[in-house]
């Protein structure tokens, strides 16, 4: 029997999970019963199409399950505070859940969700691409074969650019707090938190237990006039004995420069999308051995998520990321904003504003893309190795 799902929230990021919807509804996988949006009728094209295909569409999402007890799961492209109260709210409604990244905006609210999933036994995932991602796949099975030993270090650097429109599409962009309630909506728990957990998961993978960080230093800052983070630096320590290494920024001239490193006794995998199209391992004896690339049509999409998310409600596979695995990562991120120490850079000379060819305005830090190799290739901050403009961590 063909199980019956919902999207709510169709703006924004919830563009990408109505496409896979209809992709999915369209390969006969499931059915794709209805929508929520509170801001529908701002997309009378989109509602249109919808209801084209037999998709009901609703204002509010507690209209839309009254109207529809014979959905099997929902899915939540909502903005990061709402994470928590519309899963657990769902998931006392009888519905599996699949939630956009992170999380949750807190670590306490992560643990709720993944408790009272647990309470009603319904599947709670959460929406991490690269947990159907053909390179994390081959990492964690180099890993099971112990091919890359024991592992030491893990380390990824995330360069791209966001123009003030990324900042106005929704008052919670960019921010700290919404009326009071925590949202941590920077590049950690935002656009690159995808890598951030596939670090997690392939540590974990290889200690064969959740990880935490045990020592933490983090030097963040802001370019945009944004109350988060748009640039950081950031070295843990973790229980399982490697380090791990985040570094990001959006205030540069790289359109998407993404990179990742996992370091083992007896081999060092390497990628970087701006470098060659797969990844590679490199071993402690000299051969190397070519992984697949990161992303792929068969995993690492939002298509590849739901399709994996179906299978799980149907029996047929095992989840691809449960909110229990992630909780290494919201705990990683609660501690990286203990005090929510934000160098703030806005106005500064060290910021450059300047207006593109679409009349939008990027933000450019000085020199932030090579402060931010350099401190990849050596596991330093950004304070470590110069950067002008860099605050060292308390």
Excluded at 152 to 167: E, H, I, P, V
Excluded at 347 to 363: F, I, L, W
Excluded at 375 to 385: I, R, T
């Amino acid at each position: 029997m063909m199980v019956n799902f919902a999207v709510v929230g169709i703006g924004n990021w919830g563009a990408a999970h109505l496409d896979a919807a209809r992709k999915v509804a369209d390969a006969g996988c499931a059915r794709f019963t209805a929508v929520a949006d509170i801001h529908l009728s701002a997309f009378p094209e989109i509602v249109e199409e919808l209801r084209g295909r037999g998709v009901a569409c609703y204002e509010t999402h507690r209209e839309m399950l009254d109207k529809h007890p014979e959905l099997d799961f929902i899915t939540l492209p909502v903005p990061i505070q709402l994470h928590a109260p519309m899963t657990i709210e769902c998931l006392e409604r009888g519905l599996h859940v699949l939630v956009e990244k992170p999380p949750a905006a807190t670590l306490a609210e992560a643990r709720q969700m993944t408790e009272v999933a647990r309470r009603v036994g319904k599947l709670c995932g959460v929406a991490f691409q690269y947990s159907t991602s053909p390179l994390q796949q081959a990492m964690l099975d180099l890993i099971t074969r112990g091919k890359l030993g024991t592992i030491t270090a893990l380390s990824t650097l995330n360069l791209g650019k966001r123009y003030d429109n990324y900042y106005a599409r929704a008052p919670w962009a960019g921010k700290l707090r919404m009326h009071g309630t925590i949202v941590h909506d920077g590049t950690l728990n935002n656009p690159y938190a995808h890598m951030a957990q596939m670090l997690f998961t392939v540590a974990q993978a290889a200690a064969g237990a959740p990880v935490l960080p045990v020592t933490l230093q983090a030097e963040l800052f802001a370019g945009h006039d944004i109350e988060t983070e748009d640039t950081a630096a950031i070295r843990a320590q973790l229980s399982c004995g490697a380090a791990l290494h985040f570094y990001s920024s959006v205030c540069t001239h790289e359109g998407a420069n993404w990179q990742m490193r996992i370091e083992g006794t007896q081999g060092v995998v390497t990628w970087g999308n701006m470098r060659a199209p797969q990844a590679q391992v490199e071993y402690a004896d000299g051969a190397i051995e070519t992984l697949p690339d990161l992303i792929t049509p068969e995993g690492g999409t939002t298509e590849a998520l739901f399709r994996n998310f179906i299978q799980a409600v149907e029996g047929k596979a095992a989840l691809a990321c449960p909110i229990e695995e992630t909780l290494s990562f919201a705990e990683f991120v609660e501690r990286v904003f203990e005090g929510e120490q934000i160098t703030y850079l806005h106005g500064t000379p060290y910021v450059t504003r300047v207006e593109v060819e679409n009349q939008e305005m990027a933000t450019y830090l000085q020199d932030v893309e090579s402060y931010a190799q350099q401190a990849y290739a050596s596991g330093k901050l950004f304070s470590e190795v110069g950067a002008p403009w860099a605050t060292p961590a308390g």
